[in-house]
């Protein structure tokens, strides 16, 4: 359950905002009786907060019956800064590196112990990618969250390795290795996955510094590493250089 917000005394809002949290990366489109159990409230109040916000646009309703998140929503997402300055910023640089690669290209930032991808740039090449822009996943199965990951504080990095999920057959969960690549993330600068968030992908990915800050990751997803991963890692970091400068 996404929380509770049917206790005596909650507020029309905060049971608004357990609506809303009801959605996540596995739940992309629910059912009013699974919305009310997700948010914790009776079915009554559920199906009016619902009406509303679906009229505001925050939730729209499928021709299935089921509601998703509204488009309204996504464009007040747009105006955080961590979007607007951030994305505004890397865009050129993210094209560029598209350009220069034909690859999925990543930027994203660490919210708690996941990577939230804050722009997404599609490659051509059929490799399966799981992100979309304003997706999160765990840290420690892709190349932009170890980056994250190999610069947050001690007790998120704690909090991030306490039993890791397990992806694929192929993500690392055991702590003490990851430890020990997330060392190797700060000494060589970037970061590498092989097939550990989806079958068949693979990335590369360095970080993004304002100052002696990191702020953001930039990646790319490819197919292999075997031969171009020296090649992208200089593209990666001479954008990161340039959108870092920029932040300043």
């Known amino acids: 359950m996404a929380g509770n917000s049917s206790t005596p005394g909650a507020s029309v809002t905060s ?20 919305l009310a159990e997700r948010a914790g409230l009776p079915p009554a109040t559920t199906h009016r ?14 021709p299935s019956g089921e509601y998703v998140v509204g488009r309204r929503l996504w464009d ?6 961590v979007q607007t300055g951030l994305r505004q910023l890397a865009s050129p640089y993210l094209h560029d590196l598209y350009a220069a690669t034909l690859a999925t290209v990543h930027l994203a930032v660490r919210d708690g112990t996941e990577v939230l991808y804050v722009d997404r740039l ?3 090449t059929s490799v399966p990618v799981v ?15 170890k980056v994250l990951l190999a610069h947050a ?9 306490t039993d890791p999920a397990r992806v694929t057959a192929y993500t690392v969960t055991q702590p ?14 970037y970061a590498t996955t092989v097939e550990e968030m989806s079958l068949g992908a693979c990335s590369v990915a360095v970080p993004i510094r304002q100052g002696e800050a990191v702020v953001a990751a930039l990646g790319i997803v490819v197919p292999s590493l075997k031969k171009d991963r020296p090649r992208l890692v200089a593209a990666l970091q001479v954008a990161a ?3 870092g400068r920029n932040l300043l």
């Open 49 to 62: 907060l619902v009406g509303e916000l679906v009229a505001w646009g925050a939730l729209a309703r499928t």
């Open 241 to 243: 250089q340039g959108i």
């Open 15 to 34: 049971r608004a905002l357990a609506i809303l949290g009801a959605f996540d990366e596995q739940h992309r489109r629910l059912s009013l009786t699974r």
């Open 131 to 145: 992100s979309q822009i304003g997706s999160r996943l765990p840290l420690h199965a892709t190349g932009v969250g």
């Open 176 to 189: 003490g290795l990851l430890r020990r690549q997330l060392a190797r993330v700060v000494r060589d600068g």
């Open 76 to 81: 007040v997402g747009l105006l955080a800064p």
């Open 122 to 124: 599609a490659g051509r």
């Open 153 to 161: 504080p001690p007790e998120v990095q704690a909090a991030a390795l």
